[in-house]
């Protein structure tokens, strides 16, 4: 199994940021409301994410770094109604493959466990003293895979995806306090218990964040659409700044980045990009988040529906408030 994971973490883990997307996913699904990310040299020598969710019994914690061990899907039937990020047991047996871990983790009610884990094969376990959560420290990731090192780039890039990731997360969950500390230096952390609009003039500044227009759709039945748009003025030369969520999934979607593009079309000059935050409620049987590891991508059954109801949302909603 040891090769399987190393080739496993080939698939989810490619660089220091696929690692942070996967633990603060776990964090969100463990219900934190604080998620704290540690990094050094861009995430390579040092990732650590500490948060104040759920956490882990013992037992939990020693088989959640089996290959397939996840708490949060029964059996296969499951697979249709994913409301959580996780669900393929495959993020921390994989990082553990490649890398040396220190996990403490408490539910609070007890004493706490840490588990240390070097190259996939346990190293260590003790009861400690922990408040309820979980801090997850993973150092010198790829340490024994050379050819994966490789993919890294500069370390101040390899940082900028990662504040970059964790700033969009931070939108699409406005309620969840933020904070990063890269090197020793705070340089991202947001306020607890915020609405999309505060944390929006956060990550945007008071200027652009405070002129995002909000609209909303039902779409179809039990689902919503929630658009918040900037004006074309504050266009940019990317697609970088196209945030779309769906159930809280950071996801990419070519055909819903065209129908934002397509909805500002008439407004904006050629090469230049809105920027818009989509945050979709869909029944969780309308799409399929199990079409690839990273769960970036995700096949949404009635995209076409849903295309043509978000470019007439934006379309009247740039109209009707002259943006
Ligand atoms: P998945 O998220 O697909 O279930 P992971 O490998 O990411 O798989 O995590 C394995 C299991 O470890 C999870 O199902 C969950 O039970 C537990 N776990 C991981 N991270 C946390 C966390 N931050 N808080 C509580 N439990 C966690
Ligand atoms: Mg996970």
Redesign the pocket.
């Given at each position: 199994t040891f090769t399987s994971n190393k080739i496993a973490a080939g698939e989810v883990i490619e660089r220091p940021s696929s690692v942070v997307k996967?633990?603060i996913?776990?964090?969100i699904?463990?219900k934190?409301s604080f998620i704290q990310v540690e990094i050094k040299d861009g995430g390579t020598t040092l990732i650590k994410?500490t948060?104040n969710?759920?956490?882990?019994d013992k037992d939990?914690?020693l088989?959640?770094?089996n290959r397939h061990?996840?708490?949060?899907?029964y059996d296969s039937s499951d697979l249709d109604n994913i409301s959580?990020?996780?669900?393929?047991?495959?993020?921390?047996?994989?990082?553990a493959a490649v890398s040396q871990i220190i996990l403490n983790?408490s539910t609070g009610d007890q004493v706490g466990t840490q588990i240390k884990i070097m190259g996939g094969e346990l190293d260590n376990i003790k009861e400690v003293a922990f408040a309820q959560?979980?801090s997850?420290e993973i150092r010198n990731i790829f340490y024994n895979i050379p050819a994966r090192r490789k993919f890294i780039k500069g370390l101040s890039y390899e940082t900028g995806l990662i504040t970059e990731l964790i700033t969009k997360y931070s939108l699409g969950h406005p309620h969840i306090r933020f904070k990063v500390i890269n090197n020793k230096n705070i340089i991202y952390d947001t306020a607890g218990k915020n609405t999309t609009k505060s944390r929006l003039k956060e990550v945007f500044g008071e200027e652009l964040g405070s002129k995002f227009i909000y609209s909303e759709d039902e779409v179809f039945a039990g689902s919503e659409l929630k658009a918040w748009l900037a004006p074309k003025e504050f266009s940019k030369s990317t697609r970088n700044q196209q945030l779309f969520f769906i159930n809280g999934r950071l996801i990419k979607s070519k055909e819903l980045s065209k129908s934002l593009e397509d909805a500002y079309h008439t407004f904006l000059p050629k090469g230049r990009f809105p920027i818009a935050l989509l945050d979709f409620t869909l029944p969780f049987n309308e799409l399929d988040v199990n079409i690839h590891p990273t769960k970036l991508n995700v096949k949404i059954y009635n995209l076409d529906f849903l295309v043509s109801k978000l470019t007439s949302l934006i379309k009247d909603t740039l109209n009707k408030t002259n943006l």
């Open positions: 996967e633990l996913e776990n964090s699904d463990a934190a994410v948060d969710g759920s956490g882990m939990d914690a088989i959640a770094f061990a996840t708490s949060k899907i959580t990020f996780g669900f393929r047991g495959e993020a921390l047996s994989s990082i983790t959560g979980t997850i």
